[in-house]
């Protein structure tokens, strides 16, 4: 029985201010969500509108597998989804699903945090099977898996700080991770962003097979099964998809280290 993370959108609004109905801030606010999505198609894309208190900064990102039309598409989704869930807040940001992929990103602030590192809060969720085979061997797998990936998404030049890899077992299992950071950050800042949810997760869900760590600034995934795209390489036919699951499960907190 295969067991996936079943990952469901989610927002957080802050509470570090509201805004009333029909204010001039609350139009710009719909006024430069509801242009994200066209703009997004990239996969990134930052802007502002308004002056003075009535300034919005907001910013949008998919994955790097997305094609454009799924990038647009989820944003646009995540977008519509974020106004009614945080009606009045001044801040606010939602992971967005579109199914069957990784989620998309969308935010908005009365202040600027472009280019701003910002690691809380985090959101955990891991798969509640236990790892299965010789730990020995998957521990070291595991963090050099994850060290690389680190180094690979801060230095990454395609414009998404976005980095995939597998690493494969002996018993024939493969390890897959994603991470991705914000374009906005600095390199050491990415870097910064990412190595620390690798050990909010180690801290957290060492042990399990699967899980997810993300935040404002960046996302870190891992999984016993390819839930990314994966390029198939000239020589080599592309992978063949997983049967949909049986079953799925999700475990979901916040999660602060002491």
């Known amino acids: 029985m295969l067991i996936t993370i079943d990952l469901s959108t989610s927002q957080r609004c802050y509470d570090t201010g509201n805004f009333t109905a029909n204010s001039t801030y609350g139009r710009n606010r719909d006024l430069i969500l509801s242009s994200l999505a066209s703009n997004a198609t990239g996969g990134f894309y930052n802007a502002t509108i308004g002056q003075d208190s009535d300034e919005v900064y907001a910013l949008a990102l998919c994955s790097g597998d997305y094609s454009a039309?799924?990038?647009s598409n989820c944003v646009s989704f995540t977008s519509q989804e974020i106004?009614?869930?945080?009606?009045?807040?001044?801040?606010a940001y939602m992971w967005g699903e579109l199914k069957g992929k990784s989620p998309c990103f969308v935010r908005y602030s009365n202040r600027p945090f472009f280019g701003?590192?910002?690691?809380?809060p985090v959101e955990v969720f891991?798969?509640?099977?236990?790892?299965?085979?010789d730990l020995t061997e998957f521990n070291q797998k595991w963090k050099?898996?994850?060290d690389g990936l680190v180094r690979k998404a801060s230095m990454d030049t395609s414009g998404l700080k976005f980095a995939t890899e597998d690493a494969n077992l002996k018993n024939l299992e493969t390890i897959y991770a994603l991470m991705q950071c914000t374009p906005d950050l600095s390199q050491s800042d990415c870097d910064d962003c990412l190595g620390q949810y690798v050990v909010f997760y180690q801290n957290c869900c060492h042990g399990k097979?699967?899980?997810?760590?993300?935040?404002?600034?960046?996302?870190?995934?891992?999984e016993l099964?390819?839930?990314?795209?994966i390029t198939a390489t000239p020589d080599a036919p592309p992978p063949s998809p997983l049967?949909?699951?049986?079953?799925?499960?999700?475990?979901e907190g916040m999660f602060t280290p002491s």
């Open 69 to 71: 039309e799924e990038c």
């Open 243 to 251: 049967p949909p699951p049986t079953t799925s499960t999700t475990t």
């Open 126 to 133: 891991y798969n509640v099977n236990n790892i299965t085979s």
């Open 209 to 222: 097979q699967g899980g997810v760590v993300r935040g404002p600034s960046c996302i870190f995934r891992w």
């Open 83 to 91: 106004m009614p869930k945080c009606p009045n807040q001044k801040e």
């Open 144 to 146: 050099n898996l994850m």
């Open 225 to 229: 099964y390819p839930f990314y795209t």
């Open 116 to 120: 701003v590192l910002e690691v809380y």
